[in-house]
């Protein structure tokens, strides 16, 4: 796994990295099922991009959440300043994008990493993934994989300005969880070639990733995921679970013209 150096149109970033985390309590890790009927997960009202179960545990939460939500807030505000009504579409349709393929980034990020045989690289390794914007309205295909690579976290530090805190947040989940028999936690950066807007988004994996599936190729990861966001397909698992019952299915129908066949 090769670490390259940014493409020249890196340069065009001009607002750093916003801070996604998954949607459930940052202190508990309650989702909005785990919430009575009717209440919703608060969100931070400063920047919206981090949730939480109940006003306790958002006040827990503010002292590790506010460097992260200055940082934020500074990307979201050059974002504004730039008055150019594409770029703040270009955001929200990223942010819809990012929560829809989450399942499919997640799956790249652990066959990227090789994470089932080398669990430990969640902590010095990160995915990149560059896009482009097409011209599409449906969220699905808003955007389509450049290119996707493998980078180190001091690579991302020192070019992508990430906040420390963010990171330091994410490396001490992820040892915690890698301690005590989970996956870790690990990082995904989505990158949108065109105009520099970028999210990092935090991946927690609650069980030691699995190797691959049968007849699926490790090196392929990045193709794969190509694939999967051109055709727009949310999951892995379910393609390769619906091609397995077709295949059952097939055989089905063979067994039963050769029994008819033969009688
Ligand atoms: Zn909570
Ligand atoms: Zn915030």
Redesign the pocket.
């Known amino acids: 796994m090769s670490e390259r150096s940014e493409p020249s149109s890196a340069k065009k970033a001009q607002f750093g990295p916003l801070s996604l985390r998954p949607k459930q309590?940052?202190?508990?890790?309650?989702t909005a099922n785990d919430l009575p009927d009717r209440t919703k997960l608060l969100c931070c009202g400063a920047c919206r991009r981090e949730y939480?179960?109940?006003k306790?545990?958002q006040r827990?939460a503010w002292n590790q959440h506010k460097t992260i939500c200055a940082s934020n807030q500074r990307v979201l505000s050059a974002l504004r300043a730039h008055e150019d009504p594409s770029l703040a579409s270009c955001e929200s349709m990223l942010t819809k994008w990012t929560k829809l393929f989450r399942p499919v980034l997640r799956h790249a990020l652990a066959r990227a990493l090789e994470l089932d045989k080398t669990p430990r690289r969640i902590l010095d390794a990160v995915l990149i993934v560059a896009l482009s914007r097409t011209s599409e309205k449906a969220v699905e295909k808003a955007f389509i994989v450049e290119a996707a690579h493998v980078a180190s976290m001091d690579f991302i530090r020192a070019t992508w300005n990430l906040s420390e805190a963010a990171l330091a947040n994410t490396l001490e989940d992820s040892r915690n969880s890698l301690n005590s028999g989970g996956g870790g936690c690990g990082l995904v950066m989505v990158r949108v070639t065109d105009n520099g807007i970028c999210h990092v988004m935090p991946f927690p994996f609650s069980r030691p990733v699995p190797p691959p599936e049968v007849g699926s190729e490790e090196s392929q990861w990045e193709e794969q995921l190509m694939d999967a966001i051109r055709m727009g397909r949310i999951s892995q698992a379910s393609t390769s679970l619906l091609c397995y019952c077709l295949g059952l299915f097939l055989v089905g129908c063979i067994i039963l013209l050769f029994i008819v066949g033969s009688t």
């Open positions: 309590c940052q202190i508990c890790r309650k939480y179960c109940s306790k545990c827990a």
